[in-house]
């Protein structure tokens, strides 16, 4: 009963769509999770904006195909995760955003990505309202969107369980047994499992994890605060994300969801290391002055709560996926540095691809880019 194919450390944004897409290929696949359900880590925190307009072409391709599994969602499997295709808008103020913005285009359309440099004339149809003096126009991809976090990792996770997968809720993995350097399976605070396959997707966990079993993982925890409003009538649901840096914060960003709600996010600058997640009193009026100064219709809604979360970070920006050349048998799948929500669906299929030994050309691409080994340099993603 408690043997399997691999083993899952982690039912959030990467560790389930892991799961679903072994259990439809006919893995016997165990999920274990030290919280009470699906999706109780980062993933609730997250505002649930999905995009594959990014610089790196790894990213672009794997969120490609999360785009295509979100969209289709509730035509493909009936649940409806509150897909809203709002695309995401990049307004430009000044010369050096213009000039960074436009750099990336080549690759960004080279890797399939529909995206163009629109004028300050349809810059305000996208976003009504913004702010026009100064306005230079920006970037703008429309099949970029949103989904509710909640409602779609348990759309996921229903699919895994009806694809034959196992889930352990309420257990916490203390170690990852092994035989002559290859896992044999997962001891955790209630019980042990034997598997040959252990995917390492525990988040910013994966620090503990690795102290546990001796490998060291390089994930850094940094927390980042967001924000919700009243709903009310839609009037943006396009995904706003002004690259300015400001006093406290490097940039942020905003849309309106499906019920009408402005969630809003903003990295801080510098980063704000730890695990902390206590709100502060800093956060709000930092982004609200910034929100408003953009797009000045907003000044009379009325936030309905603040939270903190976990970004696991890598140095570059770019996950780490791939096995670990020390363990025989541990895959790990960590750092997506805020951005696993996004890159979960088209990461599960690339990882379970791999378990089976079926990888693709292009998955090989995506691979060498997240690889745990890679030589990062000062490379940072730019639109991070």
């Given at each position: 009963?408690?043997?399997?194919?691999?083993?899952v450390?982690?039912?959030?944004?990467?560790?389930?769509?892991?799961?679903?897409?072994?259990?439809?290929?006919?893995?016997?696949?165990?999920?274990?999770?030290?919280?009470?359900?699906p999706?109780q880590?980062?993933?609730?925190?997250a505002?649930?904006?999905?995009?594959?307009?990014?610089?790196?072409?790894?990213?672009?391709?794997?969120?490609?195909?999360?785009?295509?599994?979100?969209s289709t969602?509730k035509?493909?499997?009936?649940d409806?995760?509150?897909w809203l295709?709002?695309?995401?808008?990049?307004?430009?103020?000044?010369?050096?955003e213009?000039k960074?913005?436009?750099?990336?285009?080549?690759?960004?359309?080279?890797?399939g990505?529909?995206i163009?440099?629109?004028?300050?004339?349809?810059?305000?149809?996208?976003?009504?309202?913004?702010?026009?003096?100064?306005?230079?126009?920006g970037t703008?991809?429309?099949?970029d969107?949103?989904?509710?976090?909640?409602l779609?990792?348990?759309?996921?996770?229903?699919?895994?369980?009806?694809n034959?997968?196992t889930?352990?809720?309420?257990?916490?993995?203390?170690?990852?047994?092994?035989?002559?350097?290859?896992?044999?399976?997962?001891r955790?605070?209630?019980?042990?499992?034997?598997?040959?396959?252990?995917?390492?997707?525990?988040?910013?966990?994966?620090?503990?994890?690795?102290?546990?079993i001796?490998?060291?993982?390089?994930?850094?925890?940094e927390?980042?605060?967001?924000?919700?409003?009243?709903?009310?009538q839609?009037?943006?649901?396009?995904?706003?994300?002004?690259?300015?840096p400001?006093?406290?914060?490097?940039?942020y960003?905003?849309?309106?969801?499906?019920?009408?709600?402005?969630?809003?996010?903003?990295?801080p600058?510098?980063?704000?290391?730890?695990?902390?997640?206590?709100?502060?009193?800093v956060?709000?009026?930092?982004?609200?002055r910034?929100?408003?100064?953009?797009?000045?219709?907003?000044?009379?809604?009325?936030?309905?709560?603040?939270?903190?979360?976990?970004?696991?970070?890598?140095?570059d920006?770019?996950?780490?996926?791939?096995?670990?050349?020390?363990?025989?048998?541990?895959?790990?799948?960590v750092?997506?540095?805020?951005?696993?929500?996004?890159?979960?669906?088209?990461?599960?299929?690339?990882?379970?691809?791999?378990?089976?030994?079926?990888?693709?050309?292009?998955?090989?691409?995506?691979?060498?880019?997240?690889?745990?080994?890679?030589?990062?340099?000062?490379?940072?993603?730019?639109?991070?």
């Amino acid at each position: 009963m408690n043997n399997f194919d691999v083993i899952v450390i982690g039912a959030g944004s990467i560790g389930v769509p892991a799961a679903m897409a072994l259990g439809q290929a006919g893995v016997k696949t165990l999920v274990i999770d030290r919280r009470p359900s699906p999706g109780q880590g980062e993933n609730k925190h997250a505002i649930g904006g999905v995009r594959a307009t990014h610089t790196d072409p790894a990213k672009i391709t794997t969120c490609l195909r999360s785009l295509e599994i979100f969209s289709t969602w509730k035509q493909v499997h009936g649940d409806d995760i509150e897909w809203l295709r709002g695309g995401y808008a990049f307004p430009v103020y000044r010369a050096e955003e213009e000039k960074l913005l436009k750099s990336f285009l080549p690759t960004q359309k080279k890797h399939g990505l529909k995206i163009d440099f629109v004028d300050d004339g349809r810059m305000r149809k996208i976003i009504p309202g913004i702010n026009p003096e100064g306005l230079m126009g920006g970037t703008f991809s429309p099949n970029d969107g949103s989904v509710s976090p909640l409602l779609a990792i348990n759309a996921f996770y229903r699919k895994a369980v009806a694809n034959g997968v196992t889930f352990r809720f309420k257990e916490k993995v203390v170690s990852i047994t092994r035989e002559n350097g290859q896992v044999t399976g997962v001891r955790t605070d209630k019980s042990e499992y034997r598997c040959p396959v252990v995917i390492d997707a525990a988040g910013a966990g994966s620090v503990e994890l690795g102290r546990a079993i001796g490998s060291e993982v390089p994930v850094y925890p940094e927390s980042h605060e967001a924000g919700i409003t009243e709903p009310v009538q839609m009037f943006c649901p396009t995904m706003v994300v002004d690259l300015r840096p400001a006093e406290g914060s490097k940039n942020y960003y905003f849309y309106q969801n499906r019920h009408g709600q402005v969630v809003f996010c903003i990295t801080p600058d510098p980063p704000i290391a730890g695990t902390d997640y206590n709100e502060t009193s800093v956060f709000l009026p930092q982004v609200c002055r910034r929100m408003v100064d953009l797009l000045p219709r907003l000044a009379n809604l009325r936030v309905r709560r603040v939270w903190r979360g976990l970004y696991p970070m890598t140095k570059d920006g770019s996950p780490l996926v791939g096995w670990n050349r020390e363990i025989k048998g541990l895959l790990h799948a960590v750092g997506m540095c805020g951005q696993g929500f996004m890159l979960g669906p088209g990461l599960g299929e690339i990882l379970a691809r791999l378990v089976r030994e079926q990888s693709t050309a292009a998955d090989k691409m995506v691979l060498e880019a997240f690889s745990l080994y890679r030589d990062v340099g000062d490379k940072m993603e730019a639109l991070k």
